[in-house]
């Protein structure tokens, strides 16, 4: 059984030889695993060649790739599409908002530097395409409606906007919407029959649970997200909705929808143990994620590592519909030996 069917099956809650997983990480993480394994320093991110090498030596059965950004204007933009200013320490610090001031319906669908679908060469990388075989290839960060929401509006501005101005609110959402399904729509017409699995997330939550009331998300992003799972029906492949914090109370949502997997669980989240999620709803969601990155890859030691991720393979008690993975993304403060001790127990599996 290949990395794809393993991942595919998984999704399909069909019988796995092994729990499939997945790699992601911020900062110098890949540097150090791979003077770890004495590789090249340079050219490790998820979107360079050096990191399907890294993920190979790991063990990991899912590649990522989403556009490459070529023709954005003077102004600085994730390479997803949204505004931001930089990164100091890993962490975003944003400038003033592009609609921070509006005041008008008018304004926002007037506003002529909206980020465009044409800011992207959708060809994937003849190299990267070698590096699918066998792999279930992921569309990473294609589909956020309230982070970019929040970096054209503002938070503050957008959540008032969604309590009291809905014709605002749903005037920001509508745009980014539309920017999404048109840059969906050519990434997977371009690279059609290649790409498995789309990521449609958003962080929507925190530790504590929701931002909003799920009414506020069944009004402002669900319509969005449903036009999403439409045109996954479309070209065939499987809606995945991303998402950080505590959000289980929309599962039965992405259930009705047709959402197939969510992620990544953030167990160190309210709402989120692991094995009572994998009981409620197991049977119609596929779960990524579990390995906690908050508290145990950073503060026990690798014997200690390897028992947490046995644990959750004990967890998933019928053996599929999981594809494990960190929470969040490593970060730098994880020790190597525990990264390692995580891909190596999974590759083990429970003894």
């Known amino acids: 059984m290949n990395s794809k069917e393993r991942v595919m099956r998984s999704i399909k809650h069909q019988e796995i030889d092994r729990v499939?997983?997945?790699?992601?990480?911020?900062?110098?993480?890949?540097?150090?695993?791979?003077?770890?394994?004495?590789?090249?320093?340079?050219?490790?991110?998820?979107?360079?060649?050096?990191?399907?090498d890294l993920i190979e030596r790991l063990g990991c059965d899912v590649r990522f790739v989403r556009p490459t950004a070529v023709n954005a204007p003077d102004r600085k933009f994730f390479s997803c599409g949204s505004v931001h200013?930089?990164?100091?320490?890993?962490?975003?610090?944003?400038?003033?908002?592009?609609?921070?001031?509006?005041?008008?319906?008018?304004?926002?669908?007037?506003?002529?530097?909206?980020?465009?679908?044409?800011?992207?060469?959708?060809?994937?990388?003849?190299?990267?395409?070698s590096s699918f075989e066998g792999?279930?290839?992921?569309?990473?960060?294609?589909?956020i409606l309230l982070l970019y929401a929040m970096s054209m509006r503002g938070m503050e501005n957008l959540m008032m906007d969604m309590a009291s101005e809905p014709d605002m609110a749903h005037a920001v959402?509508?745009?980014?919407?539309?920017?999404?399904?048109?840059r969906v729509r050519r990434f997977l017409t371009v690279n059609k029959g290649m790409i498995d699995i789309l990521?449609?997330?958003?962080?929507?939550?925190?530790?504590?649970?929701?931002?909003?009331?799920?009414?506020m998300w069944r009004e402002?992003?669900?319509?969005?997200?449903?036009?999403?799972?439409?045109?996954?029906?479309?070209?065939?492949?499987?809606?995945?909705f991303?998402?950080?914090?505590?959000?289980?109370?929309?599962?039965?949502?992405?259930?009705?929808m047709g959402i197939k997997c969510t992620g990544r669980l953030q167990t160190e989240a309210k709402g989120n143990n692991f094995a009572r999620i994998k009981k409620e709803y197991g049977k119609n969601l596929c779960l990524w994620g579990a390995v906690d990155c908050q508290h145990i890859l950073i503060e026990r030691s690798p014997e200690?590592?390897?028992?947490?991720?046995?644990?959750?393979?004990?967890?998933?008690?019928?053996?599929?519909?999981?594809?494990?993975?960190?929470?969040?993304?490593?970060?730098?403060?994880?020790?190597?030996?525990?990264?390692?001790?995580?891909?190596?127990?999974?590759?083990?599996?429970?003894?």
């Open 173 to 182: 959402f509508d745009k980014i919407c539309d920017y999404h399904l048109e």
């Open 220 to 240: 402002y992003i669900k319509p969005c997200l449903r036009k999403a799972v439409e045109l996954c029906r479309e070209f065939n492949v499987i809606p995945y």
């Open 304 to 351: 200690e590592v390897r028992e947490h991720v046995r644990e959750l393979l004990r967890n998933n008690f019928d053996g599929t519909g999981f594809i494990a993975g960190p929470t969040h993304s490593f970060t730098e403060d994880v020790p190597v030996e525990n990264i390692l001790a995580v891909y190596e127990t999974l590759k083990k599996g429970v003894i």
């Open 242 to 256: 991303h998402g950080c914090g505590g959000f289980s109370v929309l599962y039965n949502d992405f259930i009705e």
């Open 135 to 143: 792999k279930a290839v992921c569309a990473y960060d294609m589909f």
């Open 85 to 129: 200013a930089a990164i100091h320490a890993g962490t975003l610090v944003y400038e003033k908002m592009p609609l921070e001031d509006a005041s008008s319906v008018d304004e926002i669908l007037n506003y002529d530097k909206w980020p465009s679908p044409d800011f992207f060469d959708y060809r994937i990388p003849s190299w990267m395409l």
């Open 199 to 215: 990521g449609i997330g958003d962080d929507v939550a925190g530790q504590d649970g929701m931002f909003f009331s799920i009414d």
């Open 20 to 52: 499939p997983c997945f790699f992601l990480s911020t900062g110098n993480t890949n540097g150090r695993l791979a003077e770890k394994f004495g590789m090249a320093s340079s050219k490790l991110g998820y979107l360079e060649p050096g990191h399907a």
